[in-house]
């Protein structure tokens, strides 16, 4: 471990005996770059590394000075109870300027509290419910596609099923090949140009200088804003000719108004569905894949699954009124994303100085809230790398139910954020990952075709390419 120290503003290291005084302890790093190469080598390997320094991590890398955070009590702090003293931030924002900056996911104060209060019509339960039957119908028919036999990429597989389940449901289309080639691109070239690596590289070179991988991103990004502004003017003309105007997202945006009458610009509507394609489709498909592979290589927790499965659904699909009773379901989904949370982390800065768990914290330093890190911590998690369904299930005075256990702090599991900007589409992404599962596993199971699993830290943990044999029950 490299050498512990209290950082002050000037450099200097020094200790002091008053709580909040102290920065941070961290790892030194390298003059200039910080630890810049160290995260870019091995990002999660680093994740891991700075734990030993304590609750709260000072270190500086791609120019910023950060601040993990590993205690789940300082993130509801930062989230819930003082969430007015902390926003989105430099480095999320400088993200965000990336994908979508006017979208709902990156914009701050009036702005986002209005986006967010017309975006909500969207996923109310009434909406979800309905959404409910075309999630169950897409699984099927990807499933019905495979042979028995047949080696499928899960990660791929699964990435085009959420892509169509969002286009569907919250567009009111189907999705055709050109349109999925076009998003699959664009967020390929974002998870290239949105990498620790390619942050390393980034900080380094002069900001006049465009690299090969930033040229990529926006080629396909042009592409995926010319699709969409395809998408809104195509729904603006069906809404005008049509008496009954459809009531999804695109319709929503398409035809929103501010309290004074007027429209939402175009870059406005624009952004919030590349927000909602980029947000809504591969972070779900993430989630799936590791569920699927880790009920792949776990037979017991396969078959207390079908158990549920055939007690609750006999030979029925699924349907949004069963999700009640689909609790050992609910608790796989939920077990996955413990242990391979698509968002790995959280960021905000504080609005001024403060103190955070009793250091000091500048005004400018980006929180870097660890929900990798949280979530295999083995204070609230024993056996952390178990995948154990069954954490989930307190038992009940019938039946286990599910439940986060009353001894644990509530912020130990945040895979979806928390307070008032946590995830819009949680309770779409939840009903989805359930019905897929209760779907998927009665007609399909899955060899692993590797036991080695390498995923790495992009725009979401992506698990890479996880190539599964089909072998139909
Ligand atoms: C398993 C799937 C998903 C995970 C793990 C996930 C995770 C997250 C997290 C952690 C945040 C909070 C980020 C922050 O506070 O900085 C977030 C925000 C958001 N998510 Fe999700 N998400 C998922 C699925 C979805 C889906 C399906 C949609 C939409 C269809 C969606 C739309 C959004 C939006 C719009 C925001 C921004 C909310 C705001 O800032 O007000 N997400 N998501």
Redesign the pocket.
């Known amino acids: 471990m490299s050498e512990t120290h209290s950082r002050r503003t000037d450099g200097s290291t020094a200790e002091t005996d008053r709580p909040g005084d102290d920065l941070p302890p961290g790892p030194r790093g390298l003059p200039l770059l910080g630890s810049t190469l160290s995260i870019a080598r091995d990002p999660l390997g680093f994740a891991e590394s700075v734990r030993e320094y304590g609750d709260v991590v000072a270190y500086e890398a791609f120019g910023t000075e950060f601040a993990a955070v590993f205690d789940p009590d300082i993130v509801e702090t930062v989230l819930v109870s003082r969430a007015d003293e902390f926003r989105k931030g430099e480095f999320e924002i400088g993200f965000g300027e990336l994908i979508a900056p006017d979208g709902?996911?990156f914009t701050e104060g009036e702005r986002?509290r209005r986006q967010?209060q017309l975006l909500q019509s969207s996923f109310t339960p009434d909406r979800i419910r309905s959404y409910a039957d075309d999630m169950v119908a897409e699984a099927a028919a990807l499933v019905d596609d495979w042979d028995d036999g047949e080696w499928v990429d899960l990660s791929q597989a699964l990435s085009r099923y959420t892509l169509r389940v969002?286009v569907r449901t919250?567009f009111d289309r189907s999705l055709d090949d050109d349109h999925a080639v076009t998003v699959r691109r664009a967020t390929e070239a974002l998870s290239a140009y949105a990498s620790p690596q390619q942050f390393a590289v980034q900080s380094v070179l002069p900001s006049w200088l465009s690299t090969p991988t930033e040229r990529e991103y926006e080629a396909t990004m042009a592409d995926l804003e010319a699709l969409v502004d395809d998408l809104v003017a195509d729904r603006r003309g069906r809404d005008g000719v049509t008496d009954a105007a459809t009531d999804d997202l695109l319709s929503v945006l398409a035809r929103a108004e501010y309290p004074d009458g007027s429209p939402l610009s175009p870059d406005e509507v624009r952004d919030q569905l590349v927000?909602?394609l980029f947000?809504?489709h591969e972070?779900?498909a993430t989630?799936l894949t590791f569920a699927c592979w880790l009920l792949a290589g776990s037979p017991a927790i396969r078959a207390d699954l079908e158990h549920e499965l055939e007690t609750v659904l006999g030979d029925r699909e699924p349907a949004f009124a069963d999700l009640p009773a689909l609790e050992y379901t609910e608790a796989v989904a939920r077990e996955a994303?413990r242990l391979y949370?698509?968002?790995m982390a959280?960021?905000r800065e504080p609005v001024e100085a403060t103190t955070l768990g009793g250091y000091h914290v500048p005004g400018g330093t980006t929180l870097q809230l660890s929900v990798y890190g949280i979530q295999r911590d083995e204070r609230w998690w024993p056996e952390p790398t178990a995948f154990r369904p069954e954490r989930w299930l307190t038992d009940g005075d019938e039946s286990p139910t599910l439940a986060m256990d009353a001894d644990r702090p509530e912020y130990a599991y945040f895979?979806?954020?928390g307070g008032p900007?946590?995830?819009?589409?949680m309770r779409?992404?939840m009903t989805e990952?359930t019905l897929a599962l209760a779907t998927i596993a009665p007609r399909v199971e899955f060899d692993r075709g590797t036991e080695r699993l390498e995923p790495t830290v992009e725009i979401t943990l992506d698990p890479g390419e996880i190539a599964v044999r089909v072998r139909k029950r």
């Open positions: 709902v996911a986002w967010r969002l919250l927000t909602f947000a809504g972070t779900t989630a994303m949370p698509p968002v959280l960021y895979p979806f954020g900007r946590h995830c819009l589409g779409f992404a990952l």
